[in-house]
């Protein structure tokens, strides 16, 4: 039976690719990438002939119902993003969940995705934790953050380094600027960095070292606020200034 195969590419380091992956891209009869260019360098080092079609944010609605009839039909078919796991903070949702619909076979390989790195280097809890993603640029930021202040779970977010400094600030507002919290940029790669602080701390280093490459910022939870002390009952009978 022709199934989807969602797989996980590199998120820097090209030996990060599992030997699975590349089998399922050699095997199948169509890969889906995000950018084909960026897919195209990824295949040619590894030797993957398998014809690309281009497959993103933009296009993705008017294409998912032709994918997922040409799975039906019997063809086999790879999703892949720019970097890491499809349909995390990358287009891939849309079109498993029309083939989780139609009970189209849906096979998710294991493999890189920037925010583990990220979250056990952190050195902050992990036991528990909420991953937000990529925050909306505009409309529903500020509510966000707002409903995220009291999150007693470390969290996790993506950020473009054009806009790491802003957003620090932002959560400064937020969180109170002494909230630990760590940034981690070009993870895997030759340049990889974890920088661990207060957010005054990576607000101060962000100023004056440009941040480069894919950014995951990591903020601890709310500490627990202290319980307030119950009252003492005197007895009615007893008088006391």
């Known amino acids: 039976m022709a199934k989807l195969y969602v797989v ?13 992956a590349i089998s399922v891209l050699r095997e199948v009869d169509c890969i889906l990438a995000e950018d084909t260019r960026t897919s195209g360098i990824l295949l040619k080092h590894f030797d993957i002939h398998t014809r690309m079609q281009s497959h993103h ?9 032709g994918i997922v009839s040409r799975i039906e039909g019997g063809e086999n078919i790879a999703l892949i993003s720019d ?6 903070s990358d287009p891939g949702f849309l079109l498993v969940r029309e083939c989780r619909r139609r009970d189209v076979t849906v096979e998710c390989l294991p493999g ?13 809890p992990n036991e528990k934790f909420c991953f937000e993603g990529f925050l909306p640029q505009k409309k529903g930021r500020a509510t966000r953050l707002t409903e995220l202040a009291e999150e007693p779970r470390t969290i996790v977010f993506y950020e473009s380094p054009f806009r790491l400094l802003k957003t620090l600030i932002q959560f400064k507002e937020t969180f109170g600027g002494e909230r630990a919290a760590s940034v981690s940029r070009e993870i895997s790669k030759i340049h990889e960095e974890t920088v661990r602080g207060t957010i005054d701390e990576l607000i101060t280093h ?21 319980k307030e002390k119950k009252k003492e009952k005197y007895p009615k009978s007893d008088t006391y200034l």
Not at 8 to 20: I, K, S
Not at 112 to 124: E, N, Q
Not at 210 to 222: F, L, M, T, W
Request: glycine content about 8%; hydrophobic content about 40%.
């Open 83 to 88: 970097a890491g796991t499809p349909a995390i």
């Open 57 to 65: 944010k933009f296009n993705e609605h008017q294409t998912i119902e």
């Open 112 to 124: 890189a995705t920037a925010f583990v790195p990220a979250l056990v280097a952190s050195g902050l």
């Open 206 to 226: 962000f100023s004056e070292h440009e941040p480069k490459g894919e950014i995951v910022v990591i903020i601890a939870g709310a500490p627990d606020k202290p």
């Open 8 to 20: 996980p590419t590199p998120v820097g380091n090209l030996e990060d690719m599992t030997f699975r």
